[in-house]
């Protein structure tokens, strides 16, 4: 799940500018049909795959979005899985084309390379990029008044064609405290989350319903209304939560969008930070990891995935084990190849 990083949104301004001097125009009619838009570019060319299979990413492999960047390929390509959700469809293709336009210059390239940890900074780029172009800066500041609320959330949903996760990295970019926004199903399974400040977002895939403010809402079955809560707490693999929320959910069009903060909730005239609130399992817990076999005690997880990270560094974003077919494109265990081939063996007879 993406953080936002300091320098993102000057590296986001300078993927605006690229896109503007490569495809002149060409940003106003992305965030109407970015398939025809894009499809229509002889130096790029879209890939669909099915939503089930594993989605090849070359080396720009993420957990936020259901696609890939192969720049491989002549011309480069976008792979988006074929979701059910047009809306999600348009944010990962966006998504994407984020990652070929940090490719191909110089100075954005420099500036992933300069930042802590390039991949994340790159993925929330492309993610920053993405919802801008669908969720410009004059229909927010209409829509986010005082801060970024749940109704706020919904009233994005309706007045444009983004994502829900497109509307979570946006109101994330929002928020005046540290907190997250995410997208759940109905079961309280994490789908996407974004967060801003020290605040880890839930983990994608992540059970969530233990957090009250999702337990209330999955008790009312997808009322329509605006649930609020004052004990809301993030559930991490580790068994820790985070400390007392300040939160809001409701149901959108099939799914959850709930926001969190820390303090300064905008729905409420007083609400001060809930300090040392957390809650810990007593529990050991220990892992296997399915790359290495390694069984070990869980102390770290994965900043972006949220699983828990083995002491040679495998989670469940980084599958060393897994290697790409150069003729499917798809990420496939080592028993599927022989030997030192490029193409698995289904591919290969």
């Known amino acids: 799940m993406p953080k936002l990083f300091e320098g993102t949104g000057k590296q986001v301004e300078g993927m605006l500018s690229v896109l503007e001097q490569r495809w002149p125009g060409a940003a106003a009619r992305l965030a109407q049909d970015p398939f025809s838009e894009i499809g229509s570019w002889e130096d790029l060319t879209i890939a669909p795959v099915p939503e089930e299979s594993n989605v090849p990413e070359g080396s720009k492999r993420g957990c936020s979005v259901a696609g890939g960047y192969l720049w491989q390929t002549q011309p480069p390509t976008l792979v988006v899985a074929e979701s059910l959700s047009a809306r999600r469809q348009r944010f990962t293709l966006l998504h994407e084309l984020g990652h070929h336009i940090q490719s191909i210059d110089l100075e954005l390239g420099d500036a992933l390379m300069q930042a802590e940890d390039s991949e994340e900074f790159e993925d929330a780029a492309c ?31 309706r007045r444009s064609k983004a994502s829900r996760a497109a509307i979570c990295v946006r109101l994330a970019e929002e928020l005046r405290s540290p907190g997250t926004v995410a997208v759940l199903d109905s079961e309280g399974t994490v789908s996407f989350a974004a967060s801003r400040g020290r605040i880890f ?31 809301s707490r993030i559930q991490y693999s580790t068994g820790h939560t985070s400390d007392r929320l300040y939160g809001q959910i409701a149901w959108c069009d099939g799914l959850y969008i709930a926001v969190m903060v ?41 900043s972006r995935c949220g699983e828990p990270r083995c002491p040679r560094g495998h989670c469940g974003c980084r599958r060393a084990a897994e290697r790409q077919c150069q003729h499917c494109f798809y990420l496939k265990p080592p028993s599927q190849f022989k030997d030192a081939s490029k193409v698995c063996i289904e591919c290969s007879s």
Request: proline share 8%; glycine share 4%; with cysteine.
């Open 127 to 157: 993610d920053a990029f993405a919802a801008d172009l669908l969720l410009p800066s004059t229909l927010v500041q209409q829509v986010v008044r005082t801060g970024p609320t749940v109704e706020s959330a919904l009233e994005l949903f």
């Open 201 to 231: 977002p839930p983990a994608r895939g992540s059970d969530q319903s233990a957090n009250p403010l999702v337990a209330a809402s999955l008790a009312e079955s997808r009322a329509d209304r605006v649930i609020q809560r004052d004990d």
């Open 262 to 302: 820390e303090y300064g909730a905008p729905w409420k005239h007083f609400s001060p930070p809930q300090d040392g609130t957390a809650l810990s399992s007593s529990e050991s817990r220990w892992e296997d990891c399915e790359t290495c076999g390694t069984n070990f005690f869980v102390k770290n997880t994965c």
